[in-house]
T-cell receptor, first 113, second 116 residues
Framework: GDSVTQMEGPVTLSEEAFLTINCTYT??????LFWYVQYPGEGLQLLLK?????DKGSNKGFEATYRKETTSFHLEKGSVQVSDSAVYFC????????????FGKGTTLSVSS | DAGVIQSPRHEVTEMGQEVTLRCKPI?????LFWYRQTMMRGLELLIY????????DSGMPEDRFSAKMPNASFSTLKIQPSEPRDSAVYFC??????????????FGPGTRLTVL
């Protein structure tokens, strides 16, 4: 079935380190892909998205490229900050009206100064 | 835009009591989702509605859980009777589900439920 697999955390980094959080997916057809972020005590919010192969989503210094050949959508940031500490969720949409997103289990990122 | 509104933000109750969580989706959105988040199980989709009609309730854990959406601007998730293992953060999300199927979801702040 359709699914999203993300690397398990927690990921612990020092400020200004490079971040990669891996995400791969299994889906029929051509899904849209998303990264959501959840800061402590808050709901999930959309970080970035890509709707077709080779698209690059970017926001707040984060980037992810939709790779159809490797069915991946890895999240990267060149220099993390303490304020980036949060839980990151990869998700896909099957692009069928009225269907739910399929989320990965989430990866906790902790950045120390 | 006020975003997705959930109430209450925190609920503490005793085992056996009825709990009702409320959600007001973003105006104009036609899909609504209820999620549960725990440390052990992560984020779980409980049920979702499209145009006020329940589409998939396979995530509802058992008959103690029920959800309704009487109109486009209001939904409830009810647990009766509640049990300690129901303690979790419950999120509501909404989206505009058009013919393109691109379903960006907007989440509410969540209701933290503690069942003693």
């Amino acid at each position: 079935g359709d699914s999203v697999t993300q690397m398990e955390g927690p990921v612990t980094l020092s400020e200004e380190a490079f971040l990669t959080i891996n995400c791969t997916y299994t889906a029929t057809g051509y899904p849209s892909l998303f990264w959501y972020v959840q800061y402590p005590g808050e709901g999930l919010q959309l970080l970035l998205k890509a709707t077709k192969a080779d698209d690059k989503g970017s926001n707040k210094g984060f980037e992810a490229t939709y790779r159809k050949e490797t069915t991946s959508f890895h999240l990267e940031k060149g220099s993390v900050q303490v304020s980036d500490s949060a839980v990151y969720f990869c998700a896909l949409s099957l692009n069928q009206a009225g269907t739910a997103l399929i989320f990965g289990k989430g990866t906790t990122l902790s950045v120390s100064s | 835009d006020a975003g997705v509104i959930q109430s209450p933000r925190h609920e503490v109750t005793e085992m056996g009591q009825e709990v009702t969580l409320r959600c007001k989706p973003i105006s104009g959105h036609n899909s609504l989702f209820w999620y549960r988040q725990t440390m052990m199980r992560g984020l779980e989709l409980l049920i979702y509605f499209n145009n006020n009609v329940p589409i998939d309730d396979s995530g509802m854990p058992e008959d103690r859980f029920s959800a309704k959406m009487p109109n486009a601007s209001f939904s409830t998730l009810k647990i009766q009777p509640s049990e300690p293992r129901d303690s979790a953060v419950y999120f509501c999300a909404s989206s505009h589900s058009g013919t393109s199927g691109y379903n960006e979801q907007f989440f509410g702040p969540g209701t933290r439920l503690t069942v003693l």
